[in-house]
């Protein structure tokens, strides 16, 4: 791997090389940018809650507008991956995904949101109960009334896609990065931001892009300037493959939240811990509560019936970013123009990393915002930031 030297002076600073800024980075240099850029990180690249994902990538989202980034994203992605996994050929595992409802209004909500995503993909079907356990035989089709399914969708692997950009994008011409390199503080300067990191080092910067994910607050804060994001914890579990786990195809069951995917190895994870209060991301918890094992299990078996002997392999918990309507919070901070932001990604930030570092990228170049987001996606919706909001789960429908 080729060392590189950090610059004292650059024209762009992104701060965070999870999938949203390493997506930016390459973007700024398949766009044409040609002065220089620096991304830092404070730790590996890909390595903060970008490697905590499920890496589900589903157009079945509340927003239309987000089946669209996801649908870009995807594209991008299929180029490149292959199953294998792995820095240079990205893990891109086109899966199919299904989404189920049993309750009353769930169903009908569901039948609603069939209609815009089948415009996003023609492909996407309404499934009976005995059409999903034809499709996904481990399931009791006697805990559903109604599916539906995009055999196109995928996971993917947000650590892998983040170190991906990057490799991709630095040379020792103007894109440099660096890890390991975590900033501390900030000063204004007349000729942009200088910042101070925890190695000592001093970089000038005419822009700095702040895509630090669930730290974004404490890094705004520090420019004495606010967001209204908060962060909180998402937690996980993967447990043994199980009879018929072989033909899972990734659920999300919007009855109980939880959502179920095969993993390569053959292990199933399975994730909804969603919690409901902000929490500190430097002092998180990895180890999730036995409520939460509990909870988790009793839904399990109940959809799955075959798992009740499973162990369980793994679990996790990692932060996800919380915004008031649960749109992210992109472009230039209101107070600050040279401050620009790429956060609020909820749940939902690996699958739409592709496009939504593009769109961020050819804001930074010519501020220009781009048509395909809907005003909700820009930080400058907001007259006041609101003091206080509820959190609401970006994946939950
Ligand atoms: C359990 C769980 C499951 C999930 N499942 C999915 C899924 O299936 N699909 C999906 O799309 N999304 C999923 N997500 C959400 C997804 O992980 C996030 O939306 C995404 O990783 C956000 O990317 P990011 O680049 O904004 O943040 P991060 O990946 O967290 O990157 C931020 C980076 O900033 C760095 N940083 C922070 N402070 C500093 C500093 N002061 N100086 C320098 N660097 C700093 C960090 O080290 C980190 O690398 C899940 C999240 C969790 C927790």
Known sequence: MVKQQIPEKTDILIIGAGIIGSSIFYWLKQLGYDRKILIIDRNSYGNGNSSKAAGIMTIQLPHVTDSWLVKESQEFYSQFGSVSGGIEHPKFVKTGFLTTAGNEKKVEYLEKKFSSWKKVKPETTLLSPAEIKKLSPSIDEKQVELGVYTPTDAFGSGNDWSNWFIRRTRDQEQFFSKAYEEVVGFKETNEGIL??????????????????????????????????????????????????????????????????????????????????????????????????????????????????????????????QATPDTYPLLGSHPEKKIILLATGFQGIGIMRGAAIGKIMAEYTITGKKSSKLTDNYWIDRFHNFPNDFPIQEGFQL
């Open 195 to 320: 910042i101070y990191t925890s190695t000592g080092n001093k970089i000038l910067s005419h822009k700095v892009i702040i895509a630090t994910g669930a730290w974004s607050k404490k890094l705004v804060n520090k420019l004495d300037l606010s967001i209204p994001l908060k962060s909180y914890r998402a937690k996980a579990l993967s447990i043994e493959a199980f009879e018929g786990s072989n033909k899972l195809v990734p659920h999300h069951d919007l009855d109980t939240g939880a959502y179920f995917k095969r993993e390569v190895n053959g292990n199933v994870v399975v994730g909804d811990g969603t919690e409901h209060f902000e929490t500190d991301p430097d002092n998180i918890q990895r180890q999730p509560p036995l409520e939460f094992l509990e909870h988790l299990s009793s839904i399990l078996i109940s959809l799955y019936p075959a798992s009740q002997s499973s162990g369980i392999m793994n679990f996790w918990s990692g932060h996800c």
